[in-house]
């Protein structure tokens, strides 16, 4: 009885599907997409587009699965379509992107027919991504106390090149200038460096030697910004 849980619904037939598989397919699929929903939503920002998207990709993968059935040529032309999409919204950040991976692969096994592989690889990504999310990963709070980005403006009669090496040398491990550009109507400079703090405690000191230097001009130091994007 316990293995038959994990046979496929769809083998009685490969030429037609009867409307009950079809619905336990779509329905399966659809609590597997609310299920993944809930998780993506768990302690992060999202937008409640994407969750609803999310929540229907697998009964949508699942549907064109089954219209497939087997049919290469069907295969050949849904690819084909699935190609010409072109998604013009925000880009994700990597976690957006393993969400639909995840979703679209929930929906491929429920396509298949193997509605209990379905609902065991979904409570398992579900909870690994869950536990994952909740782990702390304190190395990620340390990077962000050490590594830095300084936005310091300094009157245009400056030379910039290497007017705070001094002040670089004794409280950065690091530091690279990462732009440079003319403001208030070409009498100032705007320089951006990415740096790394040898002591995160004597940041306030950090910056007031550099006011010394700037003629206490505008100083941020913010956060190092990481690219989510990539993979």
């Known amino acids: 009885m316990f293995n038959s ?20 397919c779509i329905g399966v699929s659809l609590l597997i997409g609310i299920f993944f929903a809930f998780m993506y939503a768990f302690r992060t920002k999202y937008t ?6 999310l929540a229907m990709l697998p009964a949508i993968v699942c549907t064109v699965i089954m219209m497939v059935n087997g049919n290469i040529g069907a295969g050949v032309a849904v690819a084909g379509a699935f190609s010409l999409v072109r998604f013009r919204s925000v880009p994700g950040s990597a976690r957006d ?7 679209m692969g929930a929906g491929l096994i429920t396509g298949m027919g193997y509605l209990g592989y379905a609902i065991l690889f979904s409570l398992i990504m579900g909870i690994v991504l869950m536990l994952l999310t909740t782990v702390p990963f304190s190395g990620n709070k340390k990077r962000d106390a050490i590594e830095k980005t300084l ?7 400056l030379d910039y090149y290497n007017v705070f090496d001094d002040i670089f040398d004794q ?3 690091e530091h690279a200038l990462v732009s440079s550009k003319t403001t ?5 400079f705007k320089l951006i460096y990415n740096i790394s703090l040898k002591d995160p405690s004597k940041e306030k000191e950090f910056v ?22 990539a993979l």
């Open 97 to 103: 992107i393993g969400s639909i991976f995840m979703a």
């Open 184 to 188: 208030n109507m070409g009498s100032m």
């Open 48 to 53: 409640k587009s994407f969750v609803i998207t």
């Open 208 to 229: 007031d030697n550099l006011r010394c230097k700037n003629g206490n001009l505008e100083i941020a130091l913010t956060r190092q910004e990481v690219n989510n994007n």
């Open 151 to 157: 936005k310091i403006t300094i009157p245009e009669d």
């Open 171 to 173: 409280y950065t491990t």
């Open 5 to 24: 849980l994990f046979t496929s619904v769809l083998t009685e037939s490969t030429e037609t599907i009867s409307i009950s598989n079809f619905i336990a």
